[in-house]
């Protein structure tokens, strides 16, 4: 393994790959890692490690309030708190739980084990059933509906009505993740082939994004919410979004330095106009949309698999698959 | 990145895929294998290791039917590359009925998989006592068997040495190159049958070319699986063998269920080694030819209905 140079900050080597990194509310950064533990980092540099997972951690979401939200190959869903007391939310037998989602507004936690999709309001639970497994969640930006996505669709539910049926929105494949654009006319699935496909809520036309030679697995939504900036490509591909017909017949912006290896995770700064971007070969960059330069961050290592900007949009948290992770300052 | 060798396990039910699994799990052989399995029941071990799994079955976007993956087997292997405790290998247990075409394709169509791990082999666990009758009344059964780089030949106790001959020579005239392990309760060496590198065809046609030279009949009816192999003593175009293969996979793909070669390509010192699942295929150089080696083609097709007198022609126009 080649040691990353980092341009600044502090790093650690945590000797399990890194599932995610996120901040919540107060700061904290959390990373979650294979071997089942949380790497709790507070606002003094000081590292916590606590294993809410028996087995590896799979996913990781702030928690509405305060904390972090982890699922695992254990079947289980747990909420750590920033002093790395965990409480469990839920249990699986034999499933695992892949993917978890938040809505802050409405305080609402999401979890997907198997085709069924489960909604915690406190200590009220709904579930929901698809036809096949659940590989993506998302709430709405207002918190109210969820959405799913499988095998030929993405599955939309009210969080809160009973005895509904779902409204699935139709494309032929497997999709793998969602998100909605931030003012919510735009609902945006990956695939399996290396592409994207968009519906426009309002009338629910179809959008395709293709061209990409490896599959996206990372996306962020800039600040004003008119990009959705993807990896999946050598540069950052950022779609806009701004108009009514969304990247319908628009080609896509290309950010970034070009280089001979692949974008793993994109983060979109809240402070600034900026993306920052970890590659496969270890590098992390940021760019500022409006002042061409790049900036690089972190050279060398292992494949990055986490990024994410803190609320202030003053630090960066990255991660890497062989256990390197860093927070860095930034402009 | 070292990739971690995936065994895909099918058979009919009965056949003893599930005694076969257990003793993977059960044995002490200093080995940490993590198996994905259809019935978590089955296994009556409890074990961190066991992953279920739904066999979810999904098309692919790219205009051809037969290009089918296992959706859940692309998550579950990106899951478990993420665990901090690295496998030796990973089992992969199929249903009874299921075609193993889906499975074997996920490691072609899928680039992540192809990255961590590799299809070590196809082994199919047969029921010697009672294979001929469900080659009769279901063509999983054949499809299993065609499929196989490997086959676990179960339960040979209970047939006489007559039965077992034939029911070898059934065997041979649905997938001439699978390597047969004999078996009571699925008793065969665990290293016989794990790593293996049996999917990398290229040491299967090495360790026994003998089974190329036998000419196999081709049958009457269209629907039968059967095998047929071509061997030509000089070299190819490589353009023109690879657009032949491309177009014939193309078009034939559906009834061709595995194809595997390794050819002497003209202007080439190494050995070029292809092998294809229905439409999908792969092909790489590999080591140059020994001086003392005799530099002749090779090429096997199992399918459905296949046409020997076509294939060979086709065959015979790439030669260089």
């Known amino acids: 393994m080649s040691t990353p140079e980092l341009r600044d900050g502090s790093s650690w080597t945590f000797d399990a790959f890194v599932v995610g990194c996120v901040f919540d509310g107060d ?49 289980r869903l747990v909420h750590t708190s920033d002093e790395g007391a965990s409480v469990e939310l839920a249990k699986t037998r034999g499933k695992w739980i892949e ?6 507004d409405t305080g609402l936690i999401a979890y997907a084990a198997g085709k069924e999709a489960v909604i915690l309001h406190g200590d009220e639970r709904a579930s929901f059933a698809h036809g096949t497994t659940v590989a993506g969640l998302a709430f709405d930006p207002k918190g ?6 499988h095998y030929d669709g993405v599955s939309l539910w009210w969080a809160k009505a009973s005895n509904q049926g779902a409204k699935v929105m139709k494309w032929k494949g497997s999709h793998l993740g969602v998100t909605w654009s931030p ?70 912006r290309e950010i970034g330095p070009q280089r001979d290896a692949l974008i793993t995770v994109v983060a979109a700064s809240p402070r600034r106009d900026a993306i920052a971007a970890g590659m496969s070969d270890g590098t992390v960059w940021i760019e500022h949309l409006d002042d061409p330069g790049t900036e690089y961050v972190a050279l060398k290592g292992e494949a990055i698999s986490a990024l994410a900007f803190s609320p202030d949009g003053k630090a960066l948290a990255l991660a890497s698959e062989s256990g390197f992770a860093a927070l860095i300052p930034v402009g | 990145m070292t990739q971690v060798p995936v065994t ?26 993590a198996v994905i399995v259809n019935e978590f029941g089955e296994i009556g071990i409890d074990n961190d290791l066991i992953v279920d799994a739904d066999e979810e079955v999904f098309e692919m976007n790219n205009g051809c039917v037969c290009c089918t993956v296992r959706g859940d087997l692309i998550r579950i292997l990106g899951g478990l590359m993420k665990r901090k405790d690295k496998f030796d290998a990973i089992l992969v247990e199929t249903t009874g009925l299921a075609d193993p075409a889906p499975v074997a394709q996920t490691f072609f169509a899928d680039d992540d998989v192809k990255a961590r791990t590799m299809l070590d082999s196809i082994t ?48 041979r005239e649905l997938n001439p190159y699978a390597l047969i392990h004999r078996a009571q309760r699925c008793d065969v060496p665990l290293d016989n049958v ?43 175009d490589g353009d023109r063998v690879t657009t032949w293969l491309r177009t014939l996979l193309a078009e034939k793909g559906g009834d061709i269920l595995r194809a595997k070669g390794i050819l002497d390509i003209k202007g080439r010192n190494e050995r070029l080694a292809f092998q294809a699942v ?33 294939l060979k022609r086709g065959f015979e126009s790439c030669i260089a």
């Open chain 1, 27 to 75: 700061g904290t950064c959390a990373f979650a890692l294979g071997d089942g533990s949380l790497r709790l980092v507070d606002s003094q540099g000081t590292v916590k490690e606590v294993t809410p997972h028996n087995g590896a951690c799979l996913s990781l979401v702030a928690h509405p309030k305060s904390g972090f939200v982890t699922g695992g190959d254990d079947g």
């Open chain 1, 99 to 104: 993917q978890v989602a938040v809505a802050p």
């Open chain 1, 144 to 149: 109210r509906r969820l959405a799913a996505a």
């Open chain 1, 183 to 252: 003012d919510g006319r735009f609902l945006v699935s990956t695939m399996q082939e290396n592409a994207l496909h968009g519906w426009r809520m309002e009338d629910a036309a179809d959008m395709r994004m293709t061209g990409y030679p490896a599959k996206v697995k990372s996306w962020a939504w800039d600040r004003r919410g008119k990009f959705m900036f993807t990896s999946g490509a050598p540069r950052v591909i950022g779609w806009p979004f701004a108009g009514r017909s969304g990247p319908m017949d628009k080609e896509p």
């Open chain 2, 8 to 33: 895909v396990l099918t058979g009919y039910l009965g056949a003893g895929k599930t005694t076969l699994l257990n003793r993977i799990l059960s044995e002490q052989h200093g080995k940490k294998y």
């Open chain 2, 124 to 171: 199919t666990v047969v029921d010697a006592k009672h294979v001929l009758a469900r080659l009769a009344d279901s063509p999983e059964a054949a499809d299993q068997i065609a499929f196989a780089d490997q086959i676990v030949l179960n339960k040979t106790d209970l047939v006489t040495a007559d039965e077992l001959a034939a029911v070898e020579a059934r065997i």
């Open chain 2, 194 to 236: 794990l790593g293996q590198r049996a999917f990398d065809l290229a040491r299967i046609l090495e360790r026994e070319p003998e089974f190329l030279n036998g000419d196999a009949h081709e049958h009457e009816h269209a629907n039968d699986i059967s095998s047929i192999s071509l061997t030509a003593t000089k070299p190819l």
């Open chain 2, 278 to 310: 229905h439409m999908m295929m792969e092909g790489d150089f590999q080591r140059a030819w020994d001086p003392d080696e005799k530099r002749i083609s090779r090429l096997v097709f199992i399918g459905r209905g296949l046409k020997r007198s076509e």
